[in-house]
């Protein structure tokens, strides 16, 4: 009976792997604007669908019109949630320029400087070097909608990065969404 368990839970597995790798494709190749400069977008998911697929997470995902239209986000409405996705950058891509962006909501009525916040940040895990991180606070102006960026620059290529967003309200009534995520590198 527990050998019959177990080849259960590998077909389950083998069956189901395929199908979210192939969910997982980052979206690739684009250019900003006609013919402009070209970069290739590595996370796969950035504009949440209705499953967290892709990401390891504890924000759920929830439908929101704060950026001027009905859209879906990741919300950030438990103290302490997350959202993580590994980014393998191939050993023949050396390209310098990376940027971290995403559009982010937060309004904290209490203004929390301490216990309020998102932070966005890229570990480079195959160094284990912080490449970029960036915490915005309760206390902090309100943001709606808002673009944030996080650069740097290097040869990376080969490395692993985990892109991991970290945060949450302390009180009732603060909004933290995340959408519009990118991982982009250029030259």
């Not at 969910?23 to 950035?46: L, R």
Request: proline share 4%; aromatic share 12%; with cysteine.
């Amino acid at each position: 009976m527990r050998t019959l368990k177990c080849l259960l839970v590998v077909a389950i597995v083998a069956i189901a792997a395929p199908y979210a790798s192939a969910q997982c494709t980052p979206p690739g190749w684009t250019s900003i604007g006609g013919g402009g400069v070209g970069y290739y977008n590595w996370i796969a998911n950035g504009q949440p669908g209705s499953t967290t697929i892709c990401w390891s997470s504890t924000a759920p995902i929830v439908t929101a019109t704060d950026c001027g239209q009905s859209q879906k986000t990741f919300n950030f409405d438990t103290y302490n949630d997350e959202l993580i996705q590994f980014v393998d950058i191939p050993a023949d891509r050396h390209e310098t320029h990376f940027d971290l962006t995403y559009l982010l909501t937060m309004n904290d009525p209490n203004h929390d400087g301490t216990y309020t916040y998102l932070k966005a940040e890229v570990l480079d895990v195959t160094d284990g070097v912080m490449r970029a991180s960036q915490t915005y606070w309760g206390s902090d102006a309100s943001l709606t909608c808002g673009r944030r960026d996080l650069t740097f620059d290097g040869d990376y290529a080969g490395h692993t990065f985990r892109i991991r967003f970290k945060g949450g309200p302390f009180y009732s009534g603060t909004v933290i969404h995340v959408r519009s995520i990118g991982f982009l590198q250029s030259i």
